[in-house]
């Protein structure tokens, strides 16, 4: 429902009610500062958000994005927040063959017989330790993100591990896992999460991949990604109460066209309401959720310089999301129980050399023949998402989330651009599902629940979906590659000056608040209490 705004003037304007926006909201708002929030969808949560997907099915589903790690777990008691995560037992569950690396957190006896079950007893000590020492700088790391900057020099202290550092931070990953891994299905397992929402290859020289590695790893200070009980939508909606509780005005349907950062304490922002009614409002501060890009674009409307924020490139996106509702879990071939191995992370055909020819082939402007992917199941940890009668006959959820799908692959040319991206999303949707089927021990298609008109249960969204419906440029899930969770030495630290938020903007006015701030990205509200911390002049 829209609210109206009740003044012309507000300490703070936030740009996007996403869980960054409304966690920013919150902090202000218990501070006594007015703050108004201007979304422009229909609702606030941006990417964190359930929905029924498919007509007629009693199934909230966590659309777009899907676990939780990066939250930490001092804005869940700073805010009060109601939010129940829940802890998988199943790390993950690699199908290789007839067989399959299934990691038991709980047993690691049966972890150590897994390995050896694949051909790769080696390398169950080198992953014992090589997640020891990402889980040591975890618990070093982690606490960070809600302070202000540390130095690079600081970050390596506190790490306190040269090797570690050195693997993670200081060359590509790829050649890290070749020197501490012999498997290759072992190598991909672990490099995944170096790619999730992040075009790039193992060994690239950017070190795109660390930095996506590394936000995966240091989570709640353990690495673990848990399950959202209720849904995203249980996230974004618990941060909604606290806003409004704090006293936030939050406004829908209010499209954002300009900000002018005028002097310290007068900014504006000029925003159309749904009846298309042109409201202007003056905000001694502007927090922006939206995407770097997204920020010059308002600025620029008022002739105002750029944020200093954005990327050199525009982003680009590249993952296929695809949410399915089964009548049960698939079989595997090798007699695992379904439910050990999709309540971790299911890799599909994520060798390291898969990865490899699956990026070799998208970059070359082809969707990958065997599309790598990896699957969870959120209604084996978290039932309540399922109606009562769709809990009781036994279904259950999917979430596939596929990698190296980029943007470039979706978009056809102008005159035909829907039809191209259709055409598109359906090719690359059928070599997915092509990619599992060859991994289970039954079709999949034999198993889909069918929706009110009859319809599979199966819904795709590709990067160009994801920019038209949440609005992210390129459809990038971080709004941007990702930033060390520190200052950058010397000159290169520009904006980000140790002690810094990592969210100021050339404008002292201005702040970005989203994904695209340093320390952003994921469903963490780092940004936008940092934000907040910012405007409230407060060290920690």
């Not at 699957?375 to 979430?399: K, M, N, V």
């Not at 940004?527 to 911390?533: F, K, L, N, T």
Request: charged share 20%; proline share 6%; net charge negative.
């Amino acid at each position: 429902m829209t609210t109206r705004p009740a003044a012309t003037r507000y300490d703070a304007v936030v740009v996007g009610g996403g869980h960054n926006g409304l966690t920013a909201a919150a902090y202000l708002g218990r501070a006594g500062r007015s703050v108004l929030v201007l979304e422009r969808l229909d609702h606030v949560g941006g990417a964190a958000v359930s929905a029924r997907v498919f007509p007629g099915v009693d199934a909230r589903l966590s659309r777009y994005s899907y676990l939780v790690s990066l939250l930490p777990r001092r804005i869940v008691e700073e805010l009060g927040l109601p939010v129940i995560l829940r802890r998988r037992r199943y790390s993950s569950y690699t199908p290789v063959g007839d067989a399959g690396l299934l990691v038991d957190t709980g047993d690691d006896a049966a972890t150590r017989a897994s390995f050896a079950a694949i051909g790769a007893e080696r390398d169950h000590a080198a992953w014992q330790r090589w997640y020891a020492a990402t889980g040591r700088l975890a618990r070093r790391l982690f606490p960070t993100l809600t302070e202000p900057l540390p130095s690079r020099a600081e970050a390596r202290t506190l790490v306190d591990d040269a090797a570690t550092w050195r693997d993670l931070v200081e060359r590509p990953l790829g050649e890290a896992l070749r020197e501490r891994f012999a498997s290759d299905v072992v190598r991909g397992v672990v490099a995944t999460d170096g790619l999730i929402g992040t075009f790039a290859d193992l060994d690239e020289g950017s070190l795109a991949q660390n930095r996506c590695y590394l936000y995966h790893v240091i989570g709640g200070g353990t690495g673990d990604w848990d399950v959202p009980v209720g849904g995203m939508g249980a996230v974004s909606g618990a941060l909604r109460a606290a806003a409004l509780a704090a006293g936030a005005t939050v406004v829908t349907r209010a499209e954002v066209s300009a900000i002018a950062p005028g002097t310290p304490g007068d900014a504006r922002v000029a925003w159309t309401d749904d009846d298309g009614r042109d409201h202007d409002v003056a905000a001694g501060v502007v927090l922006c959720c939206a995407a770097p890009d997204t920020l010059d674009r308002l600025l620029a409307a008022t002739g105002a310089a750029p944020s200093g924020r954005a990327p050199a490139h525009p982003p680009e996106g590249a993952q296929l999301k695809v949410n399915l509702l089964l009548r049960r879990l698939p079989r595997l071939r090798d007699g695992v129980d379904p439910a050990a191995a999709f309540g971790g992370t299911f890799h599909v055909n994520e060798s390291a050399a898969q990865l490899g020819a699956a990026y070799a082939q998208a970059a070359s402007g082809q969707v990958p023949d065997v599309p790598p992917c990896e699957i969870y199941c959120h209604s084996l940890t978290d039932p309540s998402i399922l109606g009562p009668e769709l809990r009781a006959s036994g279904a259950q959820t999917l979430t596939l989330f596929g990698l190296h799908m980029p943007a470039r692959l979706f978009r056809g040319d102008a005159a035909t651009q829907d039809a191209g991206h259709d055409a598109a999303r359906q090719r690359a949707l059928a070599a997915t599902l092509a990619s599992l089927d060859s991994v289970l021990a039954e079709p999949l298609e034999d198993l889909l629940l069918r929706d009110a008109d009859g319809r599979p249960c199966v819904e795709a969204r590709t990067p160009v979906d994801l920019e038209g419906d949440v609005g992210l440029p390129g459809g990038h899930i971080f709004h941007r590659d990702l930033s060390w969770p520190w200052a950058p030495d010397g000159d290169e630290a520009g904006l980000d000056r140790p002690g810094s938020w990592g969210v100021e903007t050339a404008h002292p006015c201005v702040l970005l608040a989203g994904a695209g701030a340093r320390r952003g990205g994921g469903v963490s509200g780092v940004p936008g209490r940092a934000a907040a911390m910012s405007v409230l002049g407060t060290g920690g």
